[in-house]
Structures are given as structure tokens and as C-alpha cells.
């Protein structure tokens, strides 16, 4: 009887814990199935304002300490204010973040994500605030090239806020110079380069590209189909969304043979498939590959895997078609983006903070754990590397807006999946192409996708996202 | 006669060497990667250390505030432990010894949790929790991890207690025990192999969890230690010396958690000669 | 009188307190985000914008999308091979261990360390050995003079199932192996000594009488293997190839989670869910009716 009790005792009090927490105070608001109201809980503790900038886990080590410091000279010149600052999570991860802080009532005055989120999910589903006017003062801070794809619409909805994505050939400058070889500019110069690397040793592997990360195939394409139709990719990219234009053409389905001719012709080998960027550094390190087609970030990850033994050098995308212009997609690493649910009451300091961060000095300070390619910010100075030469005259001059930030994942996905396939013989291109016109297809029809969703947007939906008071000019 | 037996003796052993081999070497590379500076790592992949960083250790130790993840991680997996085992064991008891209306459905719709896919239905299970006001707390990480383990915890210890002859509790209960005094007494102590198993299954699933923990934790002082883990392989530069020390310090408690689990495990299996 | 009445709603009312707080916590914290998710897939959304109703639409979508097929039919056969693997290791390393020998605990202990490390270790890990360019399983391959079984381990898409499949297993084997272990040392001794007077021999001592007695151990293997193979194993294929190469590995999980992270698609992503739940359910209920013989199941 006793031990009965004292279950069915225990058994309450489980019961009610349950309760208090179930009913404990929550200032937590629901998502309603309207556009996402803003979060209810004042950024106000003892006296002081909070703002609270949040992004993913800052893939630089000492780049979360550049932060604190400006952070803590920000606050200094401005009593009152504090900005709490919370990095979690992976950058492929921001959008689930941005929803769940939403959804849990959270407040998040500033955000930073990688820029493709901004077109493809976040501005269409009303999570951003127009930035427009907000930041009508401070434009003239940034870098033009560097506001590629933050317009959307006409509207301003992120500000760029980190290095430039750029991509281009990493080589072994080293083994190069011992075999006499040049910076090829056309795709007949590489081809030869690679065949006497292979004549020099027969088991490298002439070039090496992540091809285990889906999400890099697609840069090839780029950068081929901007040549192969004539400059005109990205106005054609426009009209394939909209409808006026199938992506079957002769113009598509060359850019893809341009990009299956570096595996046919021995460039590229199998062993692609299964590299990733740890597999890239690595065979770079031990000599078994001595080029490689990606991004900056591959850069510093190979400058820190092999030191001092070997000079690397760039170059940009060969020539693949004659007489064309390169073109490669080149954008900044990092938006920062403010977001509609965010407090309104801290637009005021938010725009005090942003003010702040990007003076020249103070974005020095953020980037200094970096080798900056190239500044968001103009008079922050890029990095004396040794590859500065080749990326200022020959590589940035052409960059152009990364395709892939323009049209929807389901396309992206598409293209992930042909352009490797058509490598290894498992489609052709024609049916490459054809897959990317089905992707799009399947997207209207099962999707309720508009590429120009903000003609059809309601007031309701503008009223969401437009801040409800522009703060005056802070610049000092 | 003789020369066979050796022969096959000779041949196991050969077998149990090479399955070592194969089992161990690849914590061995790690632990060695985990004291390599990263260019060594990068050039001398397979090889041993030429000198020994301990540094990595203390750089992710610090990097990734270890020490505050492994409480968290302890609160976390702990409480789950110590929240399942009991309702488990209750519920199985109930199903496998006590005749009662219904007793079949509850066992099928306790069962069915077994049969949930994870992953995407974390997400509608994230809406429940902002519901609940569990967002961003170890004990909401901790009840939705009960809730996934409870369909296994029931499945198991319910074929555990069946095999169990029935006479025990009549025995117990003709000695004035009540029902549940005869669950505590007699029939808890010769399951401790399946309690046992829950703790190295179960627990350590949770230990390990990512997938809730990411979603539901959201202030870093209160992350676990596989979040923990992400901040060095989330990017796109992963450190990977450092990340193996990360992963040396992470992956060493569990291990003896089991050296110590596995002796009780077997010894309760054996002296209980409770037949299987 | 009053006390009789009152012990006998005690009795009656034990079992049902006793699985009160197993229902109560299952139904809120496991049903409700089921029956949820079935709500969303019943939508058209992204995640972050307003949901649209969509039926049953979703469904269609995914019954019609062939990818979707690909990953379950990669994920039959990661089951069927999985399941097999495992439950054959445990058992054999089970019967290699239980006789005494020198060094026996250690060996014990290192097969099961692999079940201790999370999947963050075990992808670095075997991503590495399996590198084409360095890693370790080619290098050996080819030394042993064996280099005609190089392959590309994740790269070549006939192989690189089979190779996350073994995976599994590495890691997983140690605990099978301490579950038949237990059933093992389970079974009484006389029986088997029983068996030597008759003049049995080992292979019929193993087919009538261990194989019998382990019956319920292997349920509970081959459920846990079988389970984990369709709703337990995002972790390991994610890990290893992303799913790749050519939607190969692709298997349930994974391209759930595709479709709801990578694609927004919530809706199709819990349709999805749904239909895996409900193929688990039928795999999984023949399976115990199958294999279960001494319960008192069909009360």
C-alpha cells in the first residue's frame, strides 16, 4: 500500500512538472500562417539596449575575436547599447535557423547568411526587411561590384559584409616553373599543359576539383555557358525563368559538351567524384594533382596545407569557345541582412551598428584573420598575396553574378546532378539539358514558383517588410 | 586428432587478429592525426606523428569549450537515463505480466515508435516545442529523447520479463510483497542485462544525438558535445588534428562507460541463469 | 467490504498507472509531431512562408518521382544486406568470444569501441580510408599485390552503396555481437550436455540447439537491423556521399531530408515520412509475425 502511494505520488509529480513547464510564462509567439509577425519581447535589460546579431560559425579561426573586439569598442563609444552576438550552426544551416528563431519568438535584430539564401528562399518568403531607404546614406561605402544579387526587385535586401567568392584555377606554380609551363588563356594551352604534366609523371592527376559537393559542379556551367552564349548567359538565365526561353538550345547543350571535354580529354580523371576539399588539400600536398578549379577559400585551405613546400599560383577559366569572353561568378562571401521579424524599436541602433561596422577601419579589424581577396568595403585593403597581381588584372575585372543565385533549388539541384552525370558518360547532354527544362517544369507545376514574386506581392505582404521608421544619418 | 585442433585454434585466432586489426586501426590513425600539426596531416596522411602536438588537445578543448559541453552532454544523457529506464521498465512490466483490456493495443501503439523515421519529423517536432516552451532547455532535449527511445526501451524489456517464469512473483507475493513490491524486488534485478543494454544503446544515442540537440538547443552555454563537434567541421576549412583531438576527448568517456557496463552485463547474464 | 472493493480497483487500476507515463510522454512528444507532420505534408510549403493547402497532392508527387523510388530501392537493399551482415558478425564473433581465451576482454572491448563513436567520426574516418587518391584501403590493396580489387569505393556508383553498407556494419557489429553473446550464455549448459551423450555433433548441436534457444535474441537484432536500415541511418549515408554519386546511395532518409533542408519542400518531405512510416510498418509487423513464435501477441 505504502509503495503503491508513493508511486502514484511520483507519478503527480511528473505529471505536473510537465504542466509548469507547459504553462510557464512564455512570451513566445506562435508562427501564424501570415507572414511572420515580429517578436514581442523588448530588447531592454536594466536600462540597457540590445541588439542581436546572429550567424553561422565563423569558418576563419580569431574571426569571432575580431568581432568581440569591435563589438566592444562599438558599445564603448556608445553607453547604453550592447550587441549580443551568437555564431551557430553551418552556413548551409542558416535558413533553418533563421525559421526556427522565428517560430521560437526570438529576436534577431541582424543576420548574416551566404547570399544565394537571399534570392532563392528568404526575400520571396517576406523574411527580409527592405533595405533600401535604410541604407539610402551608407551606400556609397560599399564596393558596386560587390551588390551583385542583393537587389532584388529594385529593392536593396542585404548589404555585403565579408570577402569575394570568386572562382578561378589554383595551380602548382612550383611544378610548373620547373617544367616550363605558362598560365594557359585558352582551353587548347591546358589541355597541352596537362598532357605533359602527365608525360612527367603518369600517375598525376593533371587537375582536381571537388566533385563529392554537389553544390561546385554548377560554376562549371557558368562559366562555359557564359562563353558559349556569347556573354549572354545571365539575361538568358532570366528569360528561361520566365518562361520565354527553353533551356534545350544549342547554345545549353554546348556549354555542357564544353565541360564534358575536360573529362573526355583526360583534364579531369574519375577520382573527382570522391574529392572533397580535404581531399583537394590533401592531394595538392603530397604533388598527385597540380590544378584545381574553385573558390578562394580553397586558396587559404591550400596555402595552410602545403606552406612553404610549393608556390601556388591563379588563373582564371580558360578560353573554351574562340574569341569569347570569360566570365566568372563572383559576389560577396557574406550578407548581412536584417530580418522582418526582427525588434523595430532597435532599427535606430541597428543602423548605429551597421554604421559602425562598415567604417573602412572597423572592417579591417573583422577581416584582419582573413587574406581578403577583395573588400566589400571599399578602404579596407585586400591582401598582399602573391597571387595579387593575377586576381586584380585578370580574374575580378570579369567577374558576373553567380548564376545559381538567381534560379530556384530545384534548378540547382538539377544542375548538380546532370553536370557530373554528362562527365561520366551517365547522360548525355542533351538530356542534360532537357533535365534542367523538366526541373523548372516540375517547379511551376507542383510549386507555386514566380521569378518575379515581388510584382505580385499584396500590400499586406510590403507592409511586412517595410521598416516602419528610417533612422537618420549616423555617419560621423 | 590433436594437430587439428590446433590447427582450427590457430585459425580462430588468426581470424580474431585480422577482425582487431581492422576494428582498431582506424582509431589508432585518429588518435595519431589528432597529434600531427595540420601540414603534417595533410602530407603524411597514414604515417605516425613525427612529434606529438598535445597542444591540439588543448586548443580544442578550449576552442570548443569542451569541458561546459561534457556537463551539458552529462545533464542531458543522465536525466534521459534516469527518465526512461523507469517508465520504460513500469510499461513493459504492465504488458508482459499483467492481464488488462487493451493491454495488446498499447503494446502495437507503443510499438509503432519504433517504426517513425527520424530527421524531417524533427522539424514539426521543433513547433511542439516553442509550443511547450522547451525551445533552447536540456530537459526539452531530454523528454523528446525519452519519447524516440521509449518504443525500443518497451520492445525490449518486454521480451526480457516474458521469458521470466511466472512462478517468480507468485512466490514473492505469497511472501506479502504486493504486486509492484514483487516488480521491484524480483523481477528489476534479473532484467539488469536489458537495462544494461538500454544504457549502451539508448544512451549512447543520445550522447551523440545531433539532429534534436541542433535543433532544440540554441544558446551556446547549453550545447551538447556533438554541436560542439560542429564547430570544426562545419566549415569549409576543417581542422582536422585539431577535430581528431576534439573527437579522442569526446569519444573516451563512452568507451569506459562501456569497459565498465559490458563486465555487469555479462555477469548479470550468467548468474541470473534466467533462461533466454 | 469496502476494503475488498478498494483493493481490486488498485489491482485493476496498476497496469494502466503503470504504462501511464510511457503513453502520456510517447503520445505528446512522439504522436503529436507525427500527426503534425501529417498535416504539413497535406500542404504546399517552403518552411518560412504561409502554407497552402495542397490534399494529397504531395503524395502523388512523390509517388511519381523517380528519385524517390531509386532511394527506396537502395534502401531495400541496404536492409536486406545489412541486416544479414550484422546479424551473421554478431553471431559469429559471439561464438568466437565465448569460449575463454587470452585477451579476450580486450578483443571484446575493441569491436565494440566503433559502436561508440558518432557519425562524425566514422565518416572522417572511412571517407579517408576509402579516398581514392590516398587513402589507406587502396594503398593496402595495392601493396598485398591485390590491386586489381581498387575501386572507386564512393566514386564509382555500382560500388559505393555496398561500401557505406559495410560501414554500417563495422560499426554496429560489436553490439550485435554483445546481444548474441548474452543469449548465448543464456542457454543452459545441459542441454548441450545432454547433446554430447547422444553423440551430437557441433553443427547439429548449432542448428538444434543454440539457433533455437537464441530465438528471441535475434528478433530483437533482426528488428533493430532492419529498422535501423529505413529510419536510423541518415547519419552514415549523409556522412559518406552526400547521397551521391548520381543519386547511388540515395536512400530514404536521405533524400527526405534533401527535399526538406536542400529543396524547402516541407510538404513533399513529410509525405515522404509518412510513406515510409507506413512501408516500415508492413516490413516490420511481417517480419515479427514471422519470426515471433512464443508470444502472447495475438491476445
Known amino acids: ?447 507555386d514558383y514566380d521569378p518575379e514574386w515581388w510584382n505580385s506581392w499584396t500590400q499586406e505582404q510590403w507592409d511586412a517588410v517595410t521598416p516602419s521608421v528610417i533612422p537618420p544619418d549616423y555617419s560621423v | 586428432m590433436k594437430t587439428k585442433k590446433i590447427a582450427t585454434r590457430t585459425l580462430a585466432y588468426l581470424a580474431l587478429l585480422v577482425v582487431f586489426l581492422i576494428i582498431i586501426y582506424p582509431v589508432v590513425w585518429m588518435i595519431a592525426g589528432s597529434l600531427k600539426t595540420e601540414q603534417e596531416f595533410y602530407q603524411n596522411v597514414w604515417g605516425l606523428p613525427s612529434q606529438f602536438q598535445w597542444d591540439n588537445y588543448s586548443r580544442a578543448w578550449n576552442h570548443a569549450k569542451l569541458g561546459q559541453k561534457y556537463v551539458n552532454s552529462l545533464l542531458v544523457t543522465g536525466g534521459f537515463l534516469c527518465i526512461l529506464l523507469p517508465v520504460v521498465c513500469c510499461a513493459a512490466y504492465a504488458i508482459a505480466r499483467v492481464q488488462f483490456k487493451g493491454k495488446n493495443w498499447v503494446f502495437r501503439y507503443l510499438l509503432m515508435g519504433v517504426m517513425i523515421p527520424g530527421g524531417v519529423l524533427a522539424i514539426p517536432s521543433f513547433a511542439l516545442a516553442v509550443k511547450l516552451s522547451l525551445v533552447d532547455t536540456r530537459t526539452g532535449l531530454t523528454l523528446f529523447c525519452v519519447a524516440h527511445s521509449i518504443a525500443f526501451g518497451v520492445f525490449l524489456m518486454r521480451s526480457f520479463f516474458i521469458s521470466l517464469p511466472k512462478s517468480l512473483e507468485e512466490a514473492a507475493m505469497i511472501d506479502g510483497c504486493t504486486r509492484f513490491g514483487s516488480f521491484l524486488r524480483v523481477i528489476l534485478p534479473l532484467s539488469v542485462p536489458g537495462l544494461m543494454t538500454q544504457v549502451i544503446y539508448s544512451g549512447l544515442n543520445v550522447w551523440n544525438n545531433y539532429l534534436m540537440a541542433n535543433l532544440l538547443i540554441r544558446s551556446p552555454e547549453k550545447q551538447t558535445l556533438p554541436l560542439g563537434l560542429a564547430i570544426f567541421t562545419a566549415e569549409n576549412n576543417v581542422k582536422y588534428p585539431v577535430l581528431f583531438a576534439a573527437l579522442v576527448c569526446v569519444t573516451v568517456p563512452m568507451l569506459l562507460v562501456y569497459i565498465a557496463g559490458q563486465k555487469t552485463f555479462i555477469a548479470g547474464m550468467t548468474a541470473g541463469a534466467v533462461k533466454g | 467490504m469496502d476494503h475488498l472493493k478498494n483493493a481490486k480497483l488498485k489491482s485493476r487500476m496498476f497496469p494502466y498507472l503503470m504504462c501511464a507515463p510511457a503513453l502520456v510522454i510517447f503520445t505528446v512528444f512522439v504522436l503529436f509531431p ?29 509517388l511519381t518521382d523517380s528519385v524517390f523510388w531509386l532511394s527506396m530501392k537502395h534502401t531495400f537493399i541496404y536492409a536486406i544486406l545489412v541486416t544479414i551482415l550484422k546479424n551473421v558478425a554478431g553471431l559469429l564473433l559471439a561464438l568466437l568470444v565465448s569460449k575463454e581465451f587470452r585477451g579476450r576482454t580486450a578483443f571484446r572491448v575493441a569491436v565494440y569501441m566503433p559502436v561508440t563513436f558518432s557519425y562524425v567520426v566514422i565518416g572522417v574516418l572511412w571517407s579517408w580510408i576509402y579516398n581514392p587518391t590516398f587513402g589507406i584501403l587502396n594503398n593496402f590493396l595495392d601493396t598485398v599485390g591485390a590491386g586489381f580489387l581498387i575501386q572507386g569505393w564512393l566514386s564509382d556508383p555500382n560500388v559505393a552503396l555496398y561500401s557505406i553498407i559495410f560501414v554500417d556494419v563495422w560499426k554496429w557489429c560489436g553490439f550485435h555481437m554483445i546481444l548474441y553473446l548474452a543469449g548465448l550464455q543464456s542457454i543452459p549448459r545441459d542441454l548441450y550436455e545432454a547433446a554430447d551423450i547422444d553423440g551430437a555433433s557441433r553443427m547439429q548441436k548449432f542448428l538444434r540447439i543454440t539457433l533455437p534457444q537464441l530465438n528471441s535474441t535475434l528478433v530483437i537484432n533482426v528488428l533493430m537491423s532492419i529498422t535501423g536500415a529505413f529510419i536510423a541511418n541518415y547519419d552514415v549515408v549523409n556522412i559518406m556521399t552526400g547521397g551521391g554519386p548520381f543519386n547511388s546511395t540515395e536512400v530514404a532518409l536521405t533524400y527526405t531530408m534533401r527535399t526538406a533542408l536542400s529543396l524547402n519542400n516541407m510538404g513533399k518531405a513529410c509525405a515522404m515520412s509518412v510513406l515510409l512510416f507506413l512501408f516500415v510498418l508492413v516490413f516490420g509487423f511481417i517480419q515479427m509475425r514471422a519470426m515471433s513464435r512464443d508470444e502472447n501477441y495475438a491476445d
Not at chain 1, 113 to 137: F, K, Q, R, V, W
Not at chain 1, 390 to 401: F, H, R, T, V, Y
Request: hydrophobic share 45%; net charge negative; charged share 20%.
Open chain 3, 34 to 62: 507525427f500527426l503534425y507532420g501529417i498535416y504539413i505534408s497535406m500542404h504546399n510549403w517552403n518552411g518560412l512562408s504561409a502554407m497552402t493547402w495542397n490534399g494529397l497532392k504531395n503524395y502523388l508527387y512523390v
Open chain 1, 1 to 447: 500500500m505504502k509503495r503503491f502511494k508513493a508511486f502514484a505520488l511520483a507519478l503527480v509529480m511528473v505529471l505536473s512538472l510537465f504542466a509548469c513547464t507547459a504553462c510557464s510564462g512564455s512570451s513566445s509567439s506562435q508562427a501564424s500562417s501570415a507572414a511572420p509577425a515580429s517578436a514581442e519581447e523588448p530588447a531592454v535589460s536594466g536600462g540597457e539596449r540590445v541588439i542581436y546579431l546572429v550567424g553561422y560559425s565563423r569558418a576563419v579561426e580569431g574571426e569571432e575575436t575580431n568581432w568581440a573586439k569591435v563589438i566592444e569598442a562599438f558599445e564603448q563609444e556608445n553607453p547604453g547599447m550592447k550587441v549580443d552576438v551568437r555564431w551557430q550552426g553551418a552556413a548551409s544551416e542558416s535558413v533553418q535557423n533563421l525559421s526556427s528563431a522565428q517560430m521560437a519568438g526570438e529576436t534577431i535584430d541582424l543576420f548574416v547568411t551566404g547570399p544565394a539564401n537571399i534570392n532563392a528562399t528568404l526575400a520571396g518568403s517576406g523574411y527580409l526587411m527592405d533595405m533600401t531607404e535604410l541604407m539610402a546614406p551608407y551606400m556609397d561605402r560599399f564596393e558596386e561590384p560587390m551588390l551583385s544579387g542583393l537587389y532584388i526587385g529594385d529593392k536593396l535586401w542585404g548589404i555585403p559584409y565579408g570577402d569575394m567568392s570568386i572562382s578561378m584555377v589554383i595551380y602548382n606554380k612550383t611544378l610548373f616553373d620547373e617544367l616550363g609551363l605558362a598560365a594557359p588563356e585558352t582551353y587548347d594551352e591546358l589541355l597541352e599543359i596537362a598532357n605533359t604534366l602527365k608525360e612527367h609523371d603518369a600517375s598525376i592527376m593533371p587537375m582536381l576539383h571537388m566533385g563529392k559537393m554537389p553544390m561546385f559542379w554548377p560554376m562549371w556551367f557558368m562559366e562555359t555557358y557564359a562563353q558559349t552564349s556569347g556573354n549572354n548567359s545571365l539575361d538568358n538565365v532570366y528569360k528561361f525563368l520566365g518562361r520565354e526561353r527553353q533551356f534545350t538550345g544549342a547554345e545549353e547543350q554546348e556549354a555542357f559538351e564544353k565541360v564534358k571535354a575536360f573529362y573526355d580529354d583526360g583534364i579531369l580523371s574519375a577520382e573527382t567524384f570522391d574529392t572533397d576539399v580535404q581531399g583537394l588539400v590533401a592531394a595538392f600536398a603530397q604533388g598527385k594533382t597540380a590544378m584545381c578549379y574553385s573558390m578562394g577559400f580553397a586558396y587559404t585551405a591550400l596555402k595552410n596545407a602545403v606552406g612553404d613546400s610549393m608556390d601556388l599560383g591563379v588563373f582564371p577559366f580558360p578560353q573554351v569557345v574562340e574569341g569569347a569572353r570569360t566570365q566568372h561568378g563572383g559576389g560577396t562571401s557574406d550578407a548581412l541582412v536584417i530580418p522582418s521579424f526582427c525588434n523595430q524599436d532597435n532599427l535606430d541602433i541597428t543602423m548605429k551598428f551597421i554604421e559602425y561596422i562598415t567604417r573602412p577601419e572597423n572592417a579591417t579589424i573583422v577581416f584582419s584573420a582573413r587574406d581578403l581577396l577583395a573588400p566589400t568595403i571599399k578602404g579596407v585593403q585586400a591582401a598582399d598575396i602573391p597571387i595579387r597581381d593575377a586576381l586584380d588584372n585578370e580574374i575580378i575585372p570579369d567577374a558576373m553574378q553567380f548564376l545559381d543565385w538567381t534560379w530556384p533549388a530545384e534548378v540547382n539541384d538539377a544542375f548538380m546532378q546532370a553536370i557530373p552525370a554528362t562527365l561520366a558518360g551517365q547522360m548525355t547532354c542533351e538530356q542534360a539539358a532537357q533535365s534542367i527544362q523538366t526541373a523548372l517544369d516540375t517547379v511551376y507545376s507542383q510549386r
